[in-house]
């Protein structure tokens, strides 16, 4: 996507035989992929993700829907990722992701609501892992908690990424820097701020 374009799509959807979406921006970063869905997810079903460089920013105002849904590896290498649910109910920013790597650039997965699939990152039927090795992850839902409170999302930041240090927050404006081994318990988590 060139610096300075948009496109907007209301959803993309990869289907189940192990399709690819590779997204690519320009050296400002500046191209822009908008996918906001009113009764699905906004991006969903791919065996890889990768987002180089672009401003991509996926969203449902749907019931128990989010921005990302069903992909096997979400590979953040820069520019800026924005997922979440926009609708008055229930959703989530990031479901059934199995890997999420963030490498570079900014990634926010946002939540809303008390239902089942409520955290900015959840789980419907897989394991979920989340790995920053450097950039930012900024992670939050409100009214539940940010992160899927089950053993089978998985939260990690990687020893080499020395300068990104993890904090939580419960109203959003105060932070503590988290050093727990296990993943945070909290409406706010964020990584590289």
Known sequence: IKDGAKLTANYIFGG??????????????????????????????????????CKVNASSS??????????????????????????????????DISSLNIWGGEMKAEGKGTGRLSYGITLNDDVTNVTVYGGKLWVKCADNKALDPSD??????????????IETSDDGTEWTVYEGADKPDAKYVRVGY
Do not use: P, R
Not at 19 to 27: H, P, V
Not at 152 to 165: E, I, Q, W
């Open 62 to 95: 749907e019931n128990n829907f989010g921005g990302f849904y069903g992909i096997g590896e979400l590979n953040v290498y820069g520019g800026s990722v924005d997922a979440k649910h926009t609708g008055d109910s229930n959703g989530y920013g990031l479901a």
């Open 152 to 165: 089978g999302v998985t939260f990690t930041k990687a020893d080499s990424y020395t300068d990104g240090k």
């Open 16 to 53: 189940e035989n192990n399709y690819n979406l590779n997204i690519y921006g320009q050296a400002a970063m500046s191209g822009e992929l908008n996918a906001a869905c009113s009764d699905s997810d906004g991006i969903c079903w791919f065996t890889k993700l990768n987002v180089h460089s």
